[in-house]
């Protein structure tokens, strides 16, 4: 299994994923993002833009490395492994 | 009666009620999200919100409970396949008589939701919705779901039909600056209009393109820009490439359209065939970006102008409205209650709504004005708000 740990920042529109432990099969960053919108319908929808790829601002971590391929979300995720969403914070 | 004021901001939509004869505001709703528009559904009382997210991407917001609560919807996207041809702001090395290279393609995706127009009466549930990067966006459940119009999608001066191959036609669409803040150069559609003689009679102005009419309910598109002026255009008369900045009519004259333009003011009575100029640049009537037109008379418009375009503020720190009563062969300015010294606001293409005999405006400044005679008189209703995007009454 692997784990994701999400932004706070998005608990505002997911509550249900505030407070527990988010875990996934290991496999491809999509396929783990595909896991947890079961779990909170439309989370993809805040990350990925209209053709399915990573939106500008966003960043994804495998435990210390960011992924790569942003446009198919490919980079697998091994078991074991932790999945970290954030995103750049800027402006006042 | 206006009951209620919208205002996308910044950092949320603000909602000013009518109270007791005064206006009142609600707490920030949508906090720290900025919202580019926010309006009420005539129809059926729904409000909705354009959130433009800098993170998570453009959502439309909605509620059903006037304002209590909001349900995000994200299902205002391009289908898979849709692409556009890139155009990109010409560079100091720039030759114009270089020969044309291949198109370069884009995959679309939404960057903001700049416009939400409703349908008639006589079509509930049907909404519209112009983003950037200049599709326009139709549902008919009440916002459930949406589907890109293809025809405009796919018109002739964009290239064509993207979704079947290569490009069959040159693209003459240009961008607005206000796609910049994602790093790119887009149109984006920001003016919806529905004759309320006939539903399927739609125009929409797109920056930078031009005003265009469909007469057949969306299912082919013509451009109507014939008049209207880009002055720092090689051909300032071009077909395509305009830059309206706000376009809207006068419904109970729906032949009758105003448009404030990066380069004037235009009016159009014969149903956008022909614009004419009718800026009064002496009298400062030139530069800005929204105008209101009367509910009645066609003739009748408002415009709060501005110093053009390079320094984008109130003219020698005045602000004022202008009025016409005559089609824009002559402007009154009106002052009484507006900052006259030190003010440097400026009111963007959403940021002026009329209602009967009011008028109100929001700036960037975060000021807000109302008037309840027709713009001669103003109240401030609030000086601290944050940068105002969009004014509508409810």
């Known amino acids: 299994m692997t784990t994701v740990e999400i932004t706070p920042h998005l608990y505002r529109y997911f509550p249900q994923l505030k407070n527990r432990t988010i875990r996934a099969p290991a496999g491809s960053v999509a396929q783990i993002l595909r896991a947890v919108d079961e779990i909170a319908p439309g989370f993809k929808d805040y990350l990925l833009d209209d053709q399915g790829r990573l939106r500008r601002h966003v960043h994804i971590s495998i435990n210390d490395t960011l992924v790569v391929d942003r446009k198919t979300l490919s980079d697998r995720v091994p078991d074991g492994g932790t999945l970290y969403i954030f995103q750049a914070l800027s402006g006042g | 009666m206006p009951e209620m004021i919208l205002l996308g901001t910044r950092k949320g939509t603000v909602i000013f009620d009518r109270i007791d004869g005064g206006w009142r505001p609600r707490p920030i709703m949508h906090a720290g999200v900025p919202v580019c528009y926010a309006v009420r559904d005539p129809r059926n009382d729904t409000l909705w919100a354009s959130l433009d997210h800098g993170h998570w991407g453009p959502k439309l917001s909605r509620s059903r409970d006037d304002g209590a609560t909001w349900q995000d919807i994200a299902s205002v996207k391009y289908p898979v396949g849709a692409r556009y041809i890139v155009k990109y702001l010409p560079t100091p090395d720039f030759d114009p008589e270089a020969p044309t290279g291949q198109p370069e393609y884009a995959d679309a995706s939404v960057l903001k939701i700049w416009t939400i127009g409703f349908g008639s009466d006589n079509q509930p549930g049907r ?268």
């Open chain 2, 127 to 394: 909404l519209y919705a112009g983003t950037i990067p200049g599709g326009l966006f139709v549902s008919d459940d009440d916002g459930d779901s949406w589907q890109l119009n293809r025809p405009l999608w796919n018109h002739d001066t964009r290239g064509g039909d993207l979704f079947a191959g290569d490009a069959t036609s040159e693209n003459l669409w240009g961008g607005t600056p206000a796609s910049i803040d994602y790093g790119l150069f887009e149109p984006g559609i920001h003016s919806i209009i529905v004759d309320p003689r006939d539903p399927d009679h739609l125009y929409v102005a797109v920056s930078s393109a031009g005003v265009l009419e469909t007469t057949d309910g969306g299912q082919s598109w013509q451009g109507r820009s014939r008049g209207m002026l880009m002055d720092y255009m090689p051909d300032p008369a071009a077909e395509w490439g305009h830059d309206p900045h706000f376009v809207t009519c006068c419904p109970g004259q729906p032949d009758h359209l105003w448009q404030q333009n990066h380069c004037g003011v235009f009016y159009s009575d014969d149903g956008a065939r022909n614009w004419r100029k009718v800026s009064m640049p002496d009298s400062g009537v030139h530069f800005g970006f929204p105008v209101a037109a009367d509910a009645n008379d066609g003739r009748t418009a408002w415009v709060v102008p501005a110093r053009a375009d390079s320094e984008r503020m109130a003219i020698d720190g005045g602000l004022f409205v202008a009025r016409t009563n005559d089609g824009g062969q002559s402007w009154q300015s009106f002052r009484q209650g507006l900052p006259q010294q030190n003010a440097y606001d400026i009111v963007l293409r959403h940021g002026l709504d009329i209602s009967g005999d009011h008028l109100c405006f929001g700036s960037t400044t975060g000021n807000l004005y109302l008037s309840e005679d027709r713009g001669e008189s103003w109240q401030c209703l609030g000086n601290n708000l944050p940068p105002v995007y969009s004014v509508r009454f409810g």
